[in-house]
């Protein structure tokens, strides 16, 4: 009987390892072929183009996507500087990374893009993701000098049990997002050195 008890708990054990680890869901990475397609454009002049534009075909742009399971949009933090790494999303996932489609290039004519390969989703069952666009010039987001990033906003991928299949694409909710030149640290320095004395200045003719 302690036999049979024991090895029933390790099937179901077994089973759920199993479960766990081809738990996922799949999205494509793609903003061409979907409508409304929201674009990436530029946000200032030096980040290569006319404000409000999309940005160049031409240009080495990097696409990929930060996500969290559920949604965790309430919890993302404002970003007025345009700038902040958006692994900070939160929901204990980040920068999806490991298969073929889960990051891309602005390779579809300016500000689009799309990949051939579903992007995955690990641990994905059911429900929302919150996930966050990126675009970047340089080998990864942190270390670019022109990045930007879309608001967060929540997409149901297709679960596949670790199967290929039906990917929805993320074109149609993905609001529109701009690419920012990232002040360098001296630009922040100077500008903090410019405020301390304009405040002791203040100071000294009170």
Known sequence: M???LLASII???SAL???SAHAQGTINLNNYTTSPANQVLYGDVTSGGPVGTPVHQNQT???GFYYALGDVTGGVAADSTHTADPSTLGGGLGFASGVPGDTTTINSGDGWFITGSDAVINGYTSGLVTLEV???DGANYGASLHRGHSTAFTL????TGGLPGGSPDLGGVMPAFSVFT????STFAL?????AALLAFRRKKA
């Open 2 to 4: 302690k036999r049979k």
């Open 11 to 13: 099937g179901m054990a």
């Open 17 to 19: 390892a199993m479960t």
């Open 61 to 63: 742009w990097n696409i």
């Open 134 to 136: 990126v675009a970047y």
């Open 156 to 159: 149901s991928p297709h679960f």
């Open 182 to 185: 990232v002040p360098e640290p």
């Open 191 to 195: 500008a903090g050195l410019g405020a």
